[in-house]
């Protein structure tokens, strides 16, 4: 288990994370620029917090009160770098070599040998890094990592050096091998698919701050502020302001919609996603008189942007995406009602 309570200044950037892991896969979710690697290096050693602390399994790494700030060699953390960090003129062998901890030749050996046939390297001991693909040199990485015994994995960004396919393929060794860590493990992306695959509990950094740590189900379902609704891949999205009648005003929709769940006095903003949003045959609660502005088809998937009574830029444009034959059967209209169910509304803060 990893407890986590620290702070550090960078120029005007101001980290601040509290951050409780359990042994399992939890992802550290973020925009560019929020903290999200800053956090990994703090945990590792590389860099150091100007306040709070970091305990791992029990035992202090470090601790700004009680002057503790242990090495990042007696950390035991494992930490996967987005480049992989393989050392370029080291085989593979050599390279998972420099991760164990050993002295003895023998079991260093043994060891390395182990892990070889673990992660499928067979047949390429001696070969080195440029000679590898993305896959292999990230097997290699891994499991020069998993030499050295560590207590937590850390994985920053794994997949971004990965073309589409490879990034599959290689998701699903991963998944295997992060099922059976028996410690922490920290997976750090932007990628919300990633997050839904391979996370149980979720954390979001909005501007080097953290957010309550979530089941990764409710960073979908129920996001509760704007950045966690963003980073889930929401796209519309309304100024808000909670009325008596219970009910919310969505001014950039030019709209009031009637909602499922109570409308708190607080909210600033409501999302809906794209997916929900649906053709309608007429006036109703919670329709909206749209022009359509543009339609851009992808590959599955017809993406009809409409302008609102609210306005025709920014947040005042709907994005409705539908199947192509649905759209294709309402041939091609200026204009459409569009409904918005009360219960997918999502009630958010700043």
């Given at each position: 288990m990893l407890q986590i309570h620290i702070e550090k200044q960078l120029g005007r950037f101001h980290l601040d994370v509290s951050l409780d892991a359990q042994n399992c896969v939890t992802g550290l979710l973020g925009a560019s620029g929020c903290g999200k690697s800053m956090t990994l290096k703090c945990i590792a050693g590389i860099e150091t917090p100007d306040h709070g602390s970091i305990v791992l399994d029990g035992r202090v790494l470090f601790d700004s009160k009680k002057r503790i700030n242990l090495t990042p060699q007696e950390r035991r953390v494992g930490y996967l770098f987005q480049n992989y960090a393989l050392f370029p003129n080291m085989t593979v062998t050599q390279n998972i070599a420099a991760g164990t901890r050993e002295r003895d030749k023998s079991a260093r050996?043994?060891?390395?040998?182990?892990?070889?046939?673990?992660?499928?390297?067979?047949?390429?001991?001696?070969?080195?890094?440029?000679?590898?693909?993305?896959g292999q040199q990230q097997r290699v990485a891994l499991a020069r990592i998993l030499a050295g015994e560590p207590s937590i994995l850390m994985l920053d960004e794994p997949f971004s050096a990965l073309d589409s396919y490879l990034k599959w393929k290689v998701e699903l060794e991963l998944m295997d091998l992060l099922t059976a860590f028996p410690g922490t493990v920290l997976l750090v992306t932007h990628d919300r698919d990633e997050v839904y695959r391979?996370?149980?509990?979720?954390?979001?950094?909005?501007?080097?701050?953290?957010?309550?740590i979530q089941p990764v189900r409710d960073l979908f379902d129920a996001p509760r502020t704007m950045s966690s609704c963003l980073l889930s891949g929401c796209k519309n999205f309304s100024r808000a302001q909670a009325l008596s009648d219970g009910t919310v005003s969505a001014p950039d929709w030019g709209v009031t919609l009637r909602t499922t769940q109570p409308v708190a006095p607080d909210i600033t903003h409501i999302g809906y996603r794209a997916h929900f949003v649906q053709p309608a045959d007429g006036a109703g609660e919670n329709r909206i008189l749209c022009r359509v502005s543009r339609v851009v088809e992808e590959p599955f998937a017809t993406v009809v942007?409409?302008?609102?009574?609210?306005?025709?830029?920014?947040?005042?444009?709907?994005?409705?995406?539908?199947?192509?034959e649905k759209w294709a059967a309402l041939q091609n209209p200026a204009k459409l009602y569009v409904t918005l169910q009360p219960e997918h509304i999502l009630l958010l803060h700043a």
């Open positions: 050996l043994e060891r390395v040998e182990t892990l070889v046939q673990s992660f499928y390297l067979d047949g390429l001991e001696d070969k080195l890094p440029h000679q590898l693909s993305g391979l996370c149980r509990p979720v954390c979001v950094l909005n501007g080097g701050r953290s957010e309550p942007m409409l302008a609102t009574p609210g306005g025709q830029d920014g947040f005042s444009l709907l994005r409705m995406e539908l199947p192509k």
